[in-house]
């Protein structure tokens, strides 16, 4: 990694690199956070149909908060897709950094689905009729996981010192 | 009509002062006009200046039909009985509809096709207080989502199948504010206070939001006199073909910005070689 990174310092795209570095992390943190959304949607509730559209035990902030983070997903994931755009236009798109972010959102949202959503505000279960127990455990455990491994890339994406940050040209 | 699950009983609610039939050829005659207006005034348009976008005439045309097809003929008929066809319909006339004929720049058009002092003076309007507030985005988002909550959730929706005035006027809330949210989040029609992006994608997640959380309420609440069977049909329809047109709407959205922030960089290769030049000089 060390290496990598000593040669990225005479990339001319490390200028680059550093001025766009948190917006690599949030363009992929926002596309995580709508890509999750849209699999949750397409996998268990059209493919699956494990997950409920309305469970009577739904709580009011639960609706609020489904019908929120519905509305947050589509425009994370759209506008996500072209702050990328814009990153490549740049010429300072940092893909390993951008997957951290995809990972930790993907993760993050996840978690807030399996723990709050599913479990504090009742929105829906992951599946009816069975012990729920495993799957909630892998739910939420893989979605650990995914944060970990995110955190970990994010982490190391990380650049020492930013010699170019304070002479940016925006 | 051997439907027992339709939304009212027409045989109580039949008394119309007015006949439906004939309603219905006024209002199909009114949206042909409306169509034949604004390809008359391309003609006038395209004689003076140079050629108006096909596209935009295609999306008139597109705006327009889907809007009768939510009012006039047999699927109007079918939505008066049914709600999930009623949903339909609501999703043609206060989304789709709108889209396509805000996307067709009509304000525009018709600026460049009145003389000059009434285009003047018709620009003066546009700039005025009151069409400032009304294009606001969050004013938009209130008349539309807004007056939806109260049509859904409290006795409008019954009224509205029982007196044909309320029917009318609640269709044409529906397809104005529809317009009228539409073209305060993307209208690139000459309005005079656009706001800025950020503002604009704010306000659309919220009223998004809004959208989703009342399709789901009405999922669980059935408006008054709608069978529990097609209220979650409809409100499942509300939910899922929202998200289709709101995506579009938000990838326009996106798309002008994405164009607009374009300045701080070389637009193409040709520009970047102009500017390499004149940092090496």
């Given amino acids: 990694m060390t290496v990598k990174m000593a040669k990225s310092q005479s990339d001319p795209k490390y200028e680059n690199y550093s001025a766009y570095s948190s917006r690599n992390l949030w363009s ?39 019908g929120l983070f519905h509305a947050f997903s589509w425009v994370a994931t759209i506008g996500s897709l072209f702050m990328f755009a814009d990153l490549q236009r740049l010429s300072a798109l940092w893909l390993t950094r951008w997957w951290g972010g995809v990972l930790l959102g993907a993760g993050a949202f996840q978690l807030y689905d399996g723990i709050i959503q599913h479990k504090l505000m009742r929105i829906h279960q992951i599946r009816y009729n069975v012990d729920i127990l495993p799957y909630d455990l892998t739910w939420n455990i893989s979605s650990v996981i995914i944060i970990a491994v995110g955190i970990m890339i994010i982490f190391r994406t990380r650049l020492k010192r930013e010699p170019s940050e304070a002479i940016t040209h925006e | 009509m051997n439907n027992p699950d339709h939304i009212h009983h027409r045989n109580e609610a039949t008394i119309y002062p007015i006949d439906w039939g004939v309603l219905q050829i006024l209002l199909g005659l009114l949206l042909l006009l409306v169509v034949v207006m604004y390809i008359v005034a391309v003609i006038i348009s395209n004689r003076r ?13 597109l705006g327009v039909f889907f809007a009768a097809f939510a009012l006039i003929g047999p699927f109007a008929d079918r939505a008066h009985i049914e709600f999930n066809a009623h949903m339909l319909g609501h999703l043609l006339l206060g989304m789709l509809a709108p889209l396509f004929m805000v996307l067709a720049t009509p304000m525009a058009l018709i600026l460049r096709t009145l003389p000059v002092i009434l285009a003047r003076r018709l620009s003066r309007t546009l700039k005025s207080w009151f069409v400032r507030t009304l294009t606001d985005p969050t ?5 539309n989502v807004g007056a939806l909550w109260i049509l859904y959730c409290t006795d409008l929706f019954k009224v509205m199948h029982q007196n044909i005035f309320v029917h009318i006027l609640v269709h044409l809330h529906v397809f104005i504010a529809g317009f009228i949210f539409t073209m305060s989040i993307i209208s690139i029609d000459p309005t005079s206070h656009r706001r800025s992006y950020l503002y604009r994608t704010i306000v659309l997640l919220i009223a998004l939001a809004a959208h989703s959380i009342l399709s789901k309420y009405i999922y669980a609440y059935p408006p008054n006199g709608v069978p529990a069977a097609q209220a979650e049909m409809g409100g499942k329809l509300m939910y899922y073909g929202g998200d289709v047109i709101d995506s579009v709407l938000i990838y326009i959205l996106f798309y002008q910005w994405f164009r607009a922030t374009r300045s701080r960089t070389s637009l193409s290769k040709d520009d970047r070689n102009i500017k390499v030049i004149k940092l090496t000089d």
């Fill in chain 1, 28 to 66: 992929g943190f926002l596309f995580g956070l709508g890509l999750v959304s849209f699999l949750d949607e397409v996998v268990f509730h059209q493919l699956l149909h494990w997950h409920h559209f309305y469970d009577k035990s739904m709580s009011d902030i639960g609706l609020i908060s489904d």
């Fill in chain 2, 49 to 61: 200046y140079k050629q108006w976008p096909y596209s935009r005439t295609l999306f008139w045309v």
């Fill in chain 2, 139 to 143: 004013v938009g988002s209130l008349l």
